[in-house]
C-alpha cells in the first residue's frame, strides 16, 4: 500500500512558477512510476507527466513540454514537479499517481487507468 500526498500548490500570476511536492509513504515506492495528472473545472483527467523508476526517463503531455520538469528523489521517496511560465490553462487540480507495473509504455503512462495509488490533489490556479 503507498498513500500520497501532493503539496505546492497555490495562486500565481501568469508567467509564475510554482513546485509541486508528492511525498509517498511506503517501501517499495522505489519500484513504481510516478505520473502526474491534472483536472480542470468540468473537464476529464489529464496526463501531464512521468518518471521512470530510476527518474531518468521523463515524458510530458505537448501543451508542457519546455515549461514544466519532472523529477524524482528515491531516497526521499518524493516527486516533483518544477512548472515554469505558468498559463490559465494550467489551472487544476494538479494529482500525483503510483504505477506498479514499472512497465515503461506512453500507451500505459498516460492513462489514469494504469495508475494504483492517487493523491488527493492540490489546486493550481494561474491569473491572467
Known amino acids: 500500500q503507498v498513500q500520497l500526498v501532493e503539496s505546492g500548490g497555490g495562486l500565481v500570476q501568469a508567467g509564475g512558477s510554482l513546485r509541486l511536492s508528492c511525498a509517498a509513504s511506503?517501501?517499495?515506492?522505489?519500484?513504481?512510476?510516478m505520473g502526474w495528472f491534472r483536472q480542470a473545472r468540468g473537464k476529464e483527467r489529464e496526463f501531464v507527466s512521468a518518471?521512470?523508476?530510476?527518474?531518468?526517463?521523463?515524458d510530458y503531455v505537448d501543451s508542457v513540454k519546455g515549461r514544466f520538469t519532472i523529477s524524482r528523489d528515491n531516497a526521499k521517496n518524493a516527486v516533483y514537479l518544477q512548472m515554469n511560465n505558468l498559463k490559465p490553462d494550467d489551472t487544476a487540480v494538479y494529482y500525483c499517481?503510483?504505477?506498479?507495473?514499472?512497465?515503461?509504455?506512453?500507451?500505459?503512462?498516460?492513462?489514469?487507468?494504469?495508475?494504483?495509488?492517487w493523491g488527493r490533489g492540490t489546486q493550481v490556479t494561474v491569473s491572467s
Open positions: 499517481a503510483a504505477d506498479r507495473s514499472s512497465r515503461w509504455s506512453r500507451d500505459a503512462f498516460i492513462s489514469p487507468l494504469s495508475y494504483d495509488y
Open positions: 511506503g517501501r517499495t515506492f522505489t519500484t513504481y512510476i
Open positions: 518518471i521512470s523508476v530510476s527518474g531518468h526517463t521523463t
